[in-house]
């Protein structure tokens, strides 16, 4: 089955805006996942595939007998479970877990736990972007680090995308000579989009693995922690949910004060590290981390999300309102 037509990226630039790629990607999506039922007990966090109408009127539920009250696509919260118990309902119609497959890439990288050489660090991606998957319901298959060198960076491709819906990499897509996964995505099937104008988080490579019968959607994540974190929440989530038939692809954004001034480049989307502080006056206001660096992992600990400035702004003031962007909303 083919996920995207051909031509879906043609004109991209070298430098794209993050809503031009998304924009262009997202309407091309069709859902690869098949449908199951599942027992009400099995399905938070799962997207509806089927819509759920009251079959009757139901005290205590402001439904007309007919009524739909659950769409398809929802991703279900515990409340959506409630509405199905409510109307009768003891079974729903969901999408099956997404097929990833997950690799890290880089010699740098060792196993968390094993002895480290000169020079290496542990592979944390690995394990965070894997619960990331986990987390809104895709069955993440983590298949190790891949070497610095493209045959076997392609083999691994190549291999996962035989048995796997999505193939999602970490690592060794920017522009240095040990960055094999650009070379092998082009090897191995399209390359649609490589940069983003966002900070963190510019090497992303979006594209297709070739495979018979269609393409494997492809998603290579950048190495440093702080950018997989930001480009899984505002790239990678909202393909893998269109590819697991939602339709609320956005993440839940809060308006807010910033408690902080900032400066920063025209026509970048830039997102900073920001924890949430009650002012003299009762309201939520985001205070930035005082680091920037993307490899800073402490920064996600000591952060409750992300502050999106968009392209046009160059300089934020104390008091100006913000987006927000809590970790959880993954």
Same mark, same amino acid.
């Given at each position: 089955?083919? @996920? %995207?037509?051909?031509? !879906?990226?043609?004109?991209?630039?070298?430098?794209?805006?993050?809503?031009?790629?998304?924009?262009?990607?997202?309407?091309?999506?069709?859902?690869?996942?098949?449908?199951? +039922?599942?027992?009400?007990?099995?399905? *938070?966090?799962?997207? *509806? $595939?089927?819509?759920?109408?009251?079959?009757?009127?139901?005290?205590?539920?402001?439904?007309?007998?007919? +009524?739909?009250?659950?769409?398809?696509?929802?991703? %279900?919260?515990? @409340?959506?479970?409630?509405?199905?118990?409510?109307?009768?309902?003891?079974?729903?119609?969901?999408?099956?877990?997404?097929?990833?497959?997950?690799?890290? /890439? #880089?010699?740098?990288?060792?196993?968390?736990?094993?002895?480290?050489?000169?020079? @290496?660090?542990?592979?944390?991606?690995? @394990? +965070?972007?894997?619960?990331? &998957?986990?987390?809104?319901?895709?069955? !993440? /298959?983590?298949?190790?680090? &891949?070497?610095?060198?493209?045959?076997?960076?392609?083999?691994?491709?190549?291999?996962?995308?035989?048995?796997?819906?999505?193939?999602?990499?970490? =690592?060794?897509?920017?522009?240095?000579?040990?960055?094999?996964?650009?070379?092998? %995505?082009?090897?191995?099937? /399209?390359?649609?989009?490589?940069?983003?104008?966002?900070?963190? =988080?510019?090497?992303?490579?979006?594209?297709? *693995?070739? $495979?018979?019968? =269609?393409?494997?959607?492809?998603? #290579?994540?950048? #190495?440093?922690?702080?950018?997989?974190?930001?480009?899984? %929440?505002?790239?990678?989530?909202?393909?893998?949910?269109? *590819?697991?038939?939602?339709?609320?692809?956005?993440?839940?954004?809060?308006?807010?004060?910033?408690?902080?001034?900032?400066?920063?480049?025209?026509?970048?989307?830039?997102?900073? $590290?920001?924890?949430?502080?009650?002012?003299?006056?009762?309201?939520?206001?985001?205070?930035?981390?005082? $680091?920037?660096?993307?490899?800073?992992?402490?920064?996600?600990?000591?952060?409750?999300?992300?502050?999106?400035?968009?392209?046009? &702004? /160059?300089?934020?003031?104390? #008091?100006?309102?913000?987006?927000?962007?809590?970790?959880?909303?993954?």
């Amino acid at each position: 089955m083919t @996920q %995207l037509t051909d031509d !879906c990226f043609a004109g991209a630039g070298a430098l794209t805006p993050i809503e031009a790629a998304l924009d262009l990607i997202l309407p091309r999506l069709v859902p690869v996942t098949a449908e199951e +039922t599942v027992d009400l007990a099995q399905a *938070l966090g799962r997207i *509806l $595939r089927r819509d759920v109408a009251a079959p009757a009127d139901v005290p205590g539920v402001a439904a007309k007998a007919g +009524t739909v009250q659950l769409r398809a696509g929802r991703r %279900l919260g515990p @409340q959506d479970i409630w509405l199905a118990a409510a109307l009768g309902a003891t079974r729903l119609i969901v999408s099956r877990p997404l097929r990833v497959a997950l690799f890290s /890439t #880089g010699d740098e990288l060792a196993p968390p736990g094993a002895p480290l050489a000169p020079g @290496q660090i542990y592979d944390s991606n690995g @394990q +965070t972007v894997g619960a990331l &998957l986990r987390r809104f319901g895709a069955h !993440c /298959t983590y298949s190790g680090i &891949l070497a610095d060198r493209q045959a076997e960076v392609e083999r691994a491709l190549a291999s996962a995308a035989a048995e796997h819906e999505v193939v999602v990499t970490s =690592g060794g897509v920017s522009t240095g000579e040990e960055d094999h996964v650009k070379a092998a %995505l082009e090897a191995l099937g /399209t390359l649609h989009v490589w940069r983003l104008a966002i900070k963190p =988080g510019r090497p992303v490579a979006l594209g297709q *693995l070739r $495979r018979d019968g =269609g393409g494997v959607p492809f998603i #290579g994540l950048p #190495g440093n922690p702080v950018a997989a974190m930001v480009t899984f %929440l505002r790239v990678a989530r909202p393909i893998l949910l269109a *590819l697991m038939g939602g339709s609320e692809l956005e993440p839940v954004r809060y308006r807010l004060r910033a408690a902080f001034e900032h400066r920063k480049k025209r026509e970048r989307r830039e997102f900073l $590290r920001a924890r949430l502080v009650r002012e003299p006056d009762g309201a939520l206001a985001a205070v930035k981390f005082p $680091r920037e660096g993307a490899g800073i992992l402490s920064s996600l600990v000591e952060a409750d999300g992300l502050v999106e400035l968009p392209e046009s &702004l /160059t300089r934020l003031e104390p #008091g100006a309102m913000v987006d927000f962007l809590p970790f959880d909303a993954a």
